[in-house]
């Protein structure tokens, strides 16, 4: 008698948004309430439902290019193919100056949040060695193998998901209306200090490298990998709001202030939740919860940098190249951190400027040059030239910001 062939069965929607609520939460959440607290909390959650909204399409916009290739084409592939070398070869230096810029931020992170640990003990390490020495840990970690940076990491990110679900549920409890709705404040203006959070809420939706990964591992399914990016995406956006209703409801806007002045790290923000919630068990899972994110955002980055290096460098596969990779990528940052090391909101900053052209200018471009192309057979994202146009001025605003920004030609909340 015959059998019927056993159809495989597709790999399942969580899988995938995972993957993308995964690579989009970090560490950089933390830059959130600092560089937002000048516009505050209507105009902070305005503009991060705006940034949500164009990323989630210029996510979408790679992915109508991509399902033209075959499975298995990077980003870089589709990039050159489409756009020609020029516009692939600055997409490669700014994907590579996002993650070394990102590698430095996590390396500043950890230096002041290890820094703040250890006070609790009444250990005292500057912030610049406290980063360096975790530098050297993960990088033995990326040297021995991926597989254990994967085994690593799943450990950290069961860690972080139980003190997340404990700390913000602690931080939510504790919200008091007056300091979130800011009614203590004569006549304050929000509006003037938008602009400049622009660059840090791209930062923080960064995602689009995952989208080949989520062909390749799905297949030619435009509408499952669009809910995965939808799904992934928005967890990220409900996350971070509530983010923002916890720390925004917890420290008053002015406070906000001597926050900034310190140089607004993620020590500095724990710090000020911690006294002003007055609880001690509190503010161990605030810094627990902080570490966790700062490794798990760490270990994930500077395996993609590692991984970029050694195939850009063309460094073999064993202890030795790997060894050299492991070189290239962690010296400039570690030096970096030791030199500099409370420049973890500049970096933020620094990679969503980078960060704009592989994330919105190069995806707008891809979706318009594939329909000349080809048309779109599997998948267009709705919207036509308009929302092209939008995701294109979106990016265009992040530049501006930032570089206006740099030239202190933006108002500073202050």
Not at 38 to 67: K, P
Not at 131 to 150: N, Q
Not at 207 to 232: A, T
Not at 288 to 305: D, E, I, M, P, Y
Request: charged share 10%.
């Amino acid at each position: 008698m015959a059998t019927l062939p056993i159809k495989k069965s597709s790999p399942s929607l969580f899988g995938g948004a995972m993957i993308i609520g995964g690579t989009v939460i970090g560490a950089g959440m933390f830059s959130l309430p600092v560089v937002m607290s000048g516009a505050w909390f209507y105009w902070s959650i305005a503009t991060l439902i705006f940034t949500w909204f164009c990323m989630l399409h210029s996510g979408l916009m790679i992915l109508e290019a991509n399902l033209n290739y075959r499975i298995g084409s990077s980003f870089s592939t589709i990039t050159k193919d489409l756009l020609g070398n020029g516009w692939n070869i600055i997409n490669g230096i700014t994907l590579a100056f996002v993650l070394y810029i990102l590698t430095y931020a996590y390396i500043s992170a950890s230096g002041s949040i290890i820094q703040h640990a250890m006070r609790e003990v009444s250990i005292d390490f500057s912030p610049g060695f406290a980063g360096f020495l975790f530098a050297l840990v993960v990088a033995f970690i990326v040297w021995l193998s991926t597989k254990t940076v994967s085994r690593m990491t799943s450990i950290i990110l069961g860690a972080k998901i139980l003190t997340f679900f404990m700390t913000f549920g602690g931080l939510v409890y504790n919200v008091k209306p007056a300091v979130l709705f800011n009614t203590t404040e004569v006549n304050p203006t929000y509006w003037p200090y938008v602009l400049m959070t622009l660059p840090f809420c791209l930062a923080s939706f960064g995602y689009h490298g995952n989208v080949p990964s989520l062909m390749k591992y799905y297949g030619k399914e435009p509408e499952k990998i669009k809910r995965c990016l939808f799904i992934g995406t928005s967890m990220a956006l409900v996350l971070y709001l509530i983010w923002l209703i916890g720390t925004m409801g917890n420290i008053s806007r002015p406070d906000f202030v001597e926050i900034i002045a310190k140089g607004g790290n993620i020590d500095v923000l724990v710090q000020s939740l911690s006294g002003g919630l007055n609880s001690s068990a509190l503010g161990l899972l605030l810094t627990l919860f902080s570490n966790f994110a700062v490794a798990s955002s760490f270990l994930g980055v500077t395996l993609g940098l590692f991984d970029y290096l050694a195939d850009l460098l063309k460094f073999d596969d064993t202890k030795l190249g790997r060894f050299k990779t492991a070189l290239v990528t962690f010296l400039p940052p570690m030096v970096g951190g030791m030199i500099y090391p409370n420049g973890f909101i500049h970096a933020i900053g620094f990679a969503g400027l980078a960060a704009t052209v592989w994330a919105a200018i190069v995806p707008a471009l891809l979706a318009r040059a594939s329909r000349k192309r080809f048309g779109s057979p599997m998948y267009r994202v709705w919207g036509g030239n308009v929302m092209i146009g939008l995701i294109l001025l979106f990016g265009v605003l992040n530049a501006a910001a930032h570089i206006l920004s740099n030239f202190n030609l933006l108002p500073v909340y202050s």
